[in-house]
């Protein structure tokens, strides 16, 4: 099999190394999801299911591959952080991407029933991917910077525009007329005069997206999940922190948690400086 005369076809697979000594940013987005999402039923503007789904499996990919130091993820796409230093798959670009995203959507679909037990999957869900190359930590913290920026900016038009749809009785040409040039206060305040709704009051998880970053888990010495068993998270436990594999002995654990909190400003960052390291 090794040396037969057909090999040399092999010669015309390149090698695609990534830069050595730099951050790797891989992005996962669902493909087509306003589709996938209108026949699936999603709640709109945000389907909390959907996203912990989305979190599920993103927990998953940070549980396989060690080397993924910080995810984050809003809507149908999560992004994650390799570390500068790591050597996944020899660095090669194609092997990286292709695993990462294929084994998210893997998980993705495995764990639908579970979120949505009465919604049979309609047709298979696919997700593209890219991996970006950063050379320093300046360019990570404006990444994800500029995603949760974007989460805050669609969740802010998102939640305008379906109040006017769902309880304002706006159609959706009508709603996007409405918000055309609209300035973030504006929406506040059409929010707070017209549907009674303070914007502040809407779930962070909405507002900030989720951070999925492994950290020092606080003491708990009856923690149920600590059993080396599969993960486990509950759809009806908003927030939770995820719990994955777990390590047995007697320091400090160290878990995978889901955050929804600021990753803009310095705390985050200054409270872990391993993320960047
Ligand atoms: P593309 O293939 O170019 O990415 P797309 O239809 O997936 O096209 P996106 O810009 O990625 O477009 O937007 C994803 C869309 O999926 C959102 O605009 C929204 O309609 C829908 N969506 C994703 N997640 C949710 C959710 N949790 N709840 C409600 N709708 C969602
Ligand atoms: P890598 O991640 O590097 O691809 P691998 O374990 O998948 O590692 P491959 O060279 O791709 O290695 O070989 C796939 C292996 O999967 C085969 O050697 C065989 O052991 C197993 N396999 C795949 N398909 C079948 C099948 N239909 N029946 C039995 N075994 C199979
Ligand atoms: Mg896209
Ligand atoms: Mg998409
Ligand atoms: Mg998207
Ligand atoms: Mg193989």
């Not at 992005?27 to 959907?50: I, M, Y």
Request: net charge neutral.
């Amino acid at each position: 099999m090794a040396n037969s005369k057909y090999a040399y076809v092999r010669n015309y697979e390149l090698p695609d190394p990534l830069l050595p000594g730099c951050f790797l940013m891989c992005r996962l987005d669902g493909h087509s999801f306003h589709r996938f999402s209108e026949v699936h039923g999603f709640t709109k503007p945000n389907d909390e299911r959907a996203l912990q789904l989305m979190d599920h499996a993103a927990t998953d990919v940070v549980s396989e591959y060690k080397d993924i130091v910080l995810a984050f993820g809003e809507s149908d796409e999560f992004s994650f952080l390799l570390r500068k230093s790591t050597n996944l798959y020899n660095r090669r670009h194609a092997k990286i991407l292709t695993t990462l995203t294929s084994y998210f959507t893997s998980c993705y679909v495995f764990h639908w029933p579970r979120y949505f037990p009465n919604t049979p999957m309609q047709y298979p869900p696919s997700f593209d991917g890219r991996i970006i190359v950063y050379p320093d930590e300046r360019s990570i913290r404006d990444y994800f910077a500029w995603r949760q920026a974007d989460t805050h900016i669609n969740n802010l038009y998102n939640t305008v525009f379906w109040a006017l749809v769902q309880e304002g009785g706006k159609t959706t040409t009508e709603a996007h007329a409405t918000l055309r040039g609209t300035v973030s206060a504006t929406k506040h305040e059409i929010l707070f005069k017209q549907f009674n709704t303070n914007y502040n009051d809407i779930s962070p998880r909405f507002k900030k997206g989720s951070i999925i970053v492994r950290q020092v888990l606080p003491e708990a010495p009856e923690n149920p999940q600590d059993d080396g068993s599969e993960q486990s998270l509950d759809p009806q436990v908003p927030n939770q922190a995820a719990i994955v594999g777990p390590k047995k002995g007697g320091r400090a654990k160290i878990g995978i948690t889901v955050l929804h909190c600021d990753i803009i400003g310095d705390e985050f960052w200054t409270e872990r400086p391993y993320i960047l390291s």
